[in-house]
């Protein structure tokens, strides 16, 4: 007797885990009336190599779990969705801004999203969802926002915290251009002038901002390290030097300067630094950070 | 050039007297802008390729530094590019490039009804960025009518799934071959009854790039690598049965540098490339086409720059992908790459992806050039412009 209700318990539990695999990110024909669902391909991050050759090595480095793909057509109408699931809402957040193109507008009623004429794309809890649609029609880009009103309702869960520098304070109105990089190859593609001051820092957390416009642009880094050598390290490749007076770990009310460079960095606290990196509005946001 | 088995047994020979030197090479290029303290990246063999003799067909070619660079707004139209635009620029190119008085002589300047012919194309990003089969379908017309048989033809990549995927399949292209080295059989699976990958008879162990650096797969990556170990072997269609090769990749990025002719004839034919990746990625892809097979062999590079991408390549990121409504040529692949470096920098720096150039982006091109591959230097470049 007991063993079977320990069998039946394992299955019920077997079918509970089955359940919070996200099911629900499976699209039926019942959710595209006229439409031809495609059964889904599902890739992990040791397939994925086979899906996305050439772009896997960014995902993998923010930490990849799946990605679901399903192609929806009608006639001549056509698009891909694909559900990538990411080890933490910061991997999939961090995905989705190097994937968005900054300042772009976004799909109605889903906060972080982006949207152009042939790609839908938006971020939620652990899962970004890109919508590439292979033909512009109107009939097919109604098709692909309603999946994306869908899949974002569905999908639900916790919206990834932002740290409150991000959305509040100084920078608040530039969230919509955010970055955030953890790695060396995410900050080859976001912030590529910055790859030479962090490298042989394996892993660290960078929210990005470019603040201007063009080749005047300010840079801006809240770079959280995972060590005081590291942030050493950074530091001496920026040209900034640490005066002896400056505890590590401790915050710092003075910026330390390279100004020759233009480049300046604050502590905030533990590992926790602002960057700022040349451009017009150096001055200003030295005043405002 | 097919190499002959006295070649052969001379590159193993060379392979193992030089891999101790290799070693102790410094690394020049891509190391030259790294810190003092900072370690060197790992040592490859090649000393080896460099050591080989280099043959009337070697890169640069007949045309060293020369690219021209030919636009049409007509070439793209609604998001996909027109095959007789593609045509007509392809001529145009052909005639500035080798200053040919028609396109028949033109073409056979590089090749001859005698050569297999490969067509290295990419289709590494899928339908939204692959070559586009407008232009393909261009060369071969243009092949066929200066007298190369279809049957001489063959559409390659590393990925032969990857191929029928964007549409290179018999159907689209009758009369022409169409392989890869990773490859599936009719059930998608990679390995034969007992396991083995199809993929290994399709690689040739006498030709190989090794790098003293190695990454364990897993099964499910393993298909897509090959092997394992220290070693990235070449195909053998390439080595045994290619006589020309006939490069055609893509205008796009890879971060702040470019994944063109170079690159597409380094990633895009040895094996075992993931380990390549972190940290012989400039290396691998000017140390790679210094090898006789891709070296002597390749003899033309079009650059399909219908459409491509300025940031989030070198996958497809839709928000990314532009018309830059335009195909380069050259016989140098460095000097190509140059010229396209130059095009997709401008464009990352107008849509503010990046604010100025990294010392990174084109280092690769000038190890190229220091292998003797190529003319980097903008200055020593002659870039003929032709708008349609």
Redesign the interface.
Known sequence: MIPRVVFSLTLFLCAVIAGAQSPDILLTTRDLPGWTIDKAETYNDRQLYGYINGGAELYLEYGFRQVVGQRCSKGEHEFMVDVYEMVQPQAAFGMWTLSRRPGKQRIPGIEWSSMTGNQLLFVRGKQMVNITLFDSRDETRNAARSVATLLHKRIGGMAFRLPKEVVSGALAKHKDEVRFVQGPLALASAVSDWSELFEGIARFDLYHWRVGKGASASDVGLVTFKSQRDVDSFLKAAGIAVPKAVKPGKPSADWLMNAAANRAARRIDGLRLWFVDGGSEFKKLLATL | MQQDDASRRHFIRNAALLSGAAMTLPSIGLGQ???DD?PAPPATNIADALAMPRTATSMPGLYPGRVANVSDELCVR??APVEDRAALMLERGMLELTGAASLKDAWLRFVSAEDMIGLKVNP??G??LSTSLALVRAVIAQLEAAGIPRDRIVIWDR?EF?LHEVGFTTENFPGIHITGTECKDAQGSFVDANGRLYSLDRIDKDWFYWADCEEPY????L???VNEGKHSYFPSLLTKELTKVINIPILKNA??SI?LCLKNLAYGAVTNT?RL??QLWGETSAQVPCFPPLRDKTVLNIVDGMIGCY?????A?????VPYKRLLLGSDAVAVDRVGYEIVLAKR?AE?V???E?P??AAFLTLAESYGLGVADPARITRVDVAL
């Open positions: 802008t790294r810190p900072k609604e998001g590494v990003a339908k939204l990925r990857e897993d099964a499910e990556t298909p897509y690598m971060g702040n994944t993931a990746h972190k940031d989030g390549g070198p996958g990121n839709a928000q990314f992908i720096l503010g990046q604010k100025k990294s990174r982006g």
